[in-house]
């Protein structure tokens, strides 16, 4: 038996919030459904714990782990009680990884993944708010109702390397924004269009009737932006930066066309450049 339900979910990033999972729920039934939901991310790794202590001493990593909800605003802190150290000093961790929600107003939180099975074999689950020795987790649970044919959607955001001004902040934008979802989605299209703008200036924007080649071109240039770079200004070239590069370059080249070089325009198109330079006797 189907229950008539879609859900779908992305992973995306926003400049000013932190990382965003998006999720969406649709009623493909002909009658208004009754849902109990629980929707979040597990594994989340707090301040402090590198890739080579994580990968070395995971399980000794998550003794040090705390998790505590600021349940006024539904947000959780991963944190750790100290930084994981064998010298005989104090070292405080006073920073931590953040995760909240909106779109939605869930009835409860877990901070952790030991009521999961609960939930899946029909039992009531309990708000979670202070959780140490286990690895971190941020789920919502609620219930909501969907006419035939409608949606619902919610955000889970969070942001790493966050100290109390941070969370102070944070508490404080929550409380006081109206229309908060609104603003995280213009702020992700913002950097949609950013990374467009990058990849554009890499010549990685195409258009044909193969939709996979064309995906695939921008992806594959996106990469070499991200390993090589994009030119400063397009094809621009500035005449001090180029005749430095020569110089250092090729000495020789540099001292038999001086004159040349010196007398180019102190900002050319690389086009022209190159026409000027085949002119060259």
Do not use: C
């Not at 929707?39 to 790794?45: A, H, P, S």
């Not at 994580?54 to 505590?68: H, P, R, V, W």
């Not at 100290?163 to 006081?176: G, M, P, Q, V």
């Amino acid at each position: 038996m189907t229950l008539k339900l879609t859900f779908q979910y992305s992973w995306l990033t926003s400049e000013k919030y932190g990382i965003v999972k998006r999720s969406k729920l649709i009623n493909n039934n002909e009658t208004e459904i009754e849902i109990e939901y629980l929707d979040g991310i597990q594994n989340i790794l707090p301040y402090g714990i590198d890739q080579q202590f994580q990968n070395a001493f995971s399980t000794l990593a998550d003794g040090y782990k705390k998790n505590e909800l600021i349940k006024e605003v539904g947000i959780g802190v991963f944190s750790l009680s100290s930084i994981p150290s064998d010298k005989a000093e104090p070292s405080e961790s006073l920073k931590a990884t953040t995760v909240w929600s909106t779109g939605i107003k869930p009835k409860k939180y877990l901070l952790s993944s030991t009521q999961l099975n609960d939930f899946r074999n029909g039992k009531t689950v309990e708000t979670e708010h202070d959780v140490k020795g286990r690895r971190g987790a941020y789920f919502i649970n609620g219930n909501l109702s969907l006419k035939p044919d409608k949606s619902e959607e919610w955000y889970i955001i969070a942001e790493i390397n966050q100290d109390s001004s941070d969370l102070t902040e944070l508490i404080y934008h929550i409380k006081n924004n109206d229309g908060l979802t609104k603003k995280i989605i213009t702020d992700i299209s913002a950097g949609t269009e950013e990374l467009k703008k990058i990849v554009a200036k890499a010549d990685g924007l195409q258009l044909t009737q193969d939709k996979l080649g064309t995906s695939r071109h921008f992806a594959n240039t996106l990469f070499n932006v991200m390993r090589g770079g994009i030119f400063l200004d397009s094809y621009t070239i500035d005449k001090k930066d180029f005749l430095q590069f020569v110089q250092s370059s090729n000495s020789r080249v540099f001292e038999k066309n001086e004159k040349f070089l010196n007398e180019l325009d102190n900002e050319i198109e690389y086009s022209e450049l190159v026409q000027q330079v085949s002119e060259v006797k």
